[in-house]
């Protein structure tokens, strides 16, 4: 079992969080199990017979909580696309991963259908920005991330 961070060191960088998850069992089927000699201090992780998640398709459809008013017309919805490389120049990947609102404000007009302005995604209610946040950070989504969060899905899916 990972040691605990300190709590007069403040919170435990990501790096040090995402192992505890992933030491602490959740990957692990089979919950807490004893030492061996062939895996050391941590159980082999048992794989399960889930589907994978879908790879991440080029865009995401969703409803705004709050419409986007011009003039006369209302947005409803809007469609992320997948931003390619040129509508992240400026950006760094690091700052769109760890979902800066700086980062997501600057590259949403950049890639919603229908397009926005600069001032309309500042507007953006804070569930609308989580959103595109949420659509940005599924395009980067690692194949072994989809795998782990699938898995952790089913672990604490309802059983019927």
């Known amino acids: 079992m990972p040691r605990s961070w300190p709590s007069s060191q403040g919170n435990p960088p990501p790096f040090q969080i995402r192992h505890a998850v992933l030491l602490r069992g959740a990957v692990h089927a089979g919950g807490p199990v004893a ?5 050391g201090p941590f159980p082999a992780p048992r794989i399960l017979k889930a ?3 879908s790879e991440s398709s080029a865009s995401h459809t969703f409803a705004l909580v709050a419409p986007i008013k011009r003039g006369e017309t209302s947005i409803e919805s809007l469609t992320i696309r997948k931003p390619s490389a040129g509508q992240l120049r400026g950006l760094s990947l690091q700052s769109l991963l760890s979902l800066d609102i700086t980062a997501i404000l600057t590259v949403t007009p950049r890639i919603t259908m229908p397009p926005i302005t600069q001032a309309e995604a ?10 595109i946040g949420g ?10 991330e989809r795998k782990l969060l699938e898995m952790m899905i ?4 309802p059983k019927s």
Do not use: C, K, V, Y
């Open 122 to 131: 500042d507007d953006l209610d804070p569930a609308d920005l989580a959103e």
């Open 35 to 39: 030492p061996s000699p062939a895996t």
């Open 51 to 53: 589907p994978l998640m």
């Open 135 to 144: 659509a940005i950070r599924d395009f980067f989504m690692t194949q072994g």
């Open 154 to 157: 089913e672990q604490h899916a």
